[in-house]
């Protein structure tokens, strides 16, 4: 049954060091304030679990938040790396990070089977590819009508989802609405879950009947912050900020710079600093 | 590393990246669905879109098919390609429904290294477990790969693009040759055309190595060899490949022009306080 209360408490009342957290959104409605509220929380020892890990997760594994990650891509979209998941990577800096790592699909189907309450998913994948000789998680079933061999993965239940999504309406309903990605997976399939919203409205209005809702009695917590997808978007109410994600190259190559960047809008800010993102649109 | 200055290679109205552009959009026709990857691919598709082949269904992994953007994304899931979609359906029916079942008929990508067999990795430079360069990764392409009925790739031509043994196989190509995606229960064509801002490479229906099929013009075989890190081999009737047109050229720079001016500078201006 949904609630609605304030970001902190969310992150205060769900996430504990040691979780597995799926942050979702791919490339749109991405809960950056929410990463920012497990930062100035400084949760430890997270698994990270995110198709794109984007700079959401380059900002937490900067900040030491995470022992693990099980990620499919790991750049920043259409600029080139992630500079902090690379110097984790490839220097151990600041902590060691060990990786999980799968294509799309796979991730997609653990999701869609974490939502069905399954143990693992099955998909046509993994032909030839190497990752699966370095990813034990990855193995094989035979099916058992055909004897076609096919791909397994184990399905995604992680103990907390985070999202974003443009509405809930007074009940708590949550409507999500343009490129949905994997979020309805990922919450319905984790423990507990934190939904950030642009907006409360009594009653939802205009949408079809076949609109993407998740019910209030499938949701945990929601804290409305407008903004809170920035610098990625939330459609019908701010584009997706380009230019923070070239900027973001410069910001986050180099280890001071970063941690600069974090103190001034992370740690010493709030969920309200998002809210211009919102008004800028 | 590149043999020759940027410079050499540009003729007096078009640039060698314009030449491969122009090139990789032609090998779409009007009647197919694309899965199309970011970056070069992405260039490649929108302009075969905007010139030969209007009828070109455009699908990105963020689940929008059908797409009509008209500017390039900068990421797989710009607002501008959900808007201007057909339909925008939810990743794991994107991979599931229209990726693993058989709907694409082409699948567009790029590469970090690439090898004769048309075998990509995107994955690490170095060993796995400790590498020199970590690259994002496979994404949607390992499933790409295998499931579209053919692959086309885009990638400027070098040594350390083009290699004699890639790194990582993320994404499987003819394997170590013919037979080998059959062997692994691969139904589908796999890499049949490779352009370059060199040259277009074909795969070689008996051995599926890359052959040298058409040389843009006013590049020589000497620097395609000396661009490609394996023994290149060259088709009997080597082609010259066609000029960009003026209207392909327009289209294109008109194309980059409105992309430029969209994705200019942060919305916010956090980066200069």
């Given amino acids: 049954m949904s609630e609605f209360v304030l970001l902190s408490e969310a992150v205060e009342a769900v996430m504990s060091d040691g979780d597995a957290v799926a942050m979702e959104g791919f490339t749109h409605l991405i809960p950056h304030a929410a990463g920012h509220e497990v930062i100035r929380q400084g949760r430890r020892d997270l698994t990270l679990i995110r198709m794109t890990p984007d700079i959401i997760y380059d900002q937490l594994i900067g900040m030491g938040c995470a022992a693990r990650l099980v990620f499919s891509w790991g750049g920043n979209p259409g600029v080139g790396s992630l500079h902090r998941f690379r110097d984790a990577v490839e220097r151990d800096w600041p902590i060691p990070l060990e990786i999980e790592e799968h294509s799309h699909a796979a991730m997609a189907n653990a999701y869609d089977a974490g939502a069905a309450g399954l143990p693992f998913a099955v998909f046509r994948g993994y032909r030839g590819a190497e990752l699966a000789q370095v990813n034990p998680a990855i193995k094989s079933i035979t099916c058992p009508y055909t004897e076609e061999k096919l791909a397994c993965v184990p399905s995604i239940r992680a103990d907390v989802a985070v999202v974003h999504a443009q509405k809930a309406n007074a009940r708590g309903d949550v409507l999500f609405e343009g490129i949905v990605g994997v979020q309805k997976e990922a919450v319905l399939g984790a423990k507990r879950s934190i939904v950030t919203v642009e907006e409360i409205v009594d009653e939802f209005e205009g949408t079809g009947p076949n609109a993407v809702i998740l019910p209030h009695w499938t949701v945990g917590y929601i804290a409305v912050v407008p903004g809170g997808a920035h610098p990625s978007y939330a459609h019908g109410y701010y584009t997706r900020d380009n230019g923070f994600y070239k900027m973001w190259d410069e910001v986050s190559r180099d280890r001071d710079s970063f941690r600069a960047w974090i103190k001034q809008h992370v740690l010493e800010g709030g969920p309200q600093d998002f809210a211009r993102h919102a008004a800028a649109a | ?273």
């Fill in chain 2, 1 to 273: 590393m590149r043999q020759r200055p940027e410079g050499e290679r540009t003729m007096s109205d078009y640039s060698a990246q314009e030449m491969m552009s122009v090139t990789a959009a032609r090998a779409l026709r009007n009647d197919d669905v694309c899965f199309v990857g970011i970056g070069l691919p992405s260039e490649a598709a929108n302009l075969a879109r905007l010139t030969h082949a209007p009828g070109l269904t455009l699908i990105y992994e963020s689940g929008t098919l059908g797409t009509q953007p008209s500017v390039l994304p900068l990421s797989i899931g710009d607002g501008e390609l959900c808007e201007t979609a057909l339909t925008t359906v939810s990743v794991p029916e994107m991979f599931r429904y229209w990726l693993q079942g058989g709907r694409i008929t082409v699948g567009f990508l790029g590469a970090a290294q690439i090898d004769r067999f048309g075998n990509i990795n995107t994955t690490v430079v170095g060993e796995y477990g400790d590498p020199k360069v970590r690259l994002p990764g496979g994404g949607g392409a390992p499933e790409i790969a295998t499931s579209c009925g053919e692959i086309f790739i885009v990638m400027r031509q070098s040594k350390r693009g083009f290699v004699d043994k890639i790194d990582f196989v993320t994404s499987l190509g003819h394997g170590t040759g013919a037979g080998d995606r059959e062997r692994l229960g691969v139904t589908t064509r796999g890499p049949t055309r490779l352009m370059s801002d060199l040259c277009i490479m074909t795969s070689d229906p008996e051995t599926k190595e890359f052959v040298v099929t058409s040389i843009h013009p006013g590049i020589t075989a000497e620097q395609i060899v000396e661009n490609t890190g394996w023994t290149v081999r060259f088709a009997l009737d080597v082609e010259e490949t066609p000029r960009p047109t003026k209207a392909e050229l327009a289209a294109l720079r008109d194309l980059k022009a409105r992309t430029e001016a969209a994705h200019r500078v942060p919305q916010t201006g956090e980066a200069a306080e």
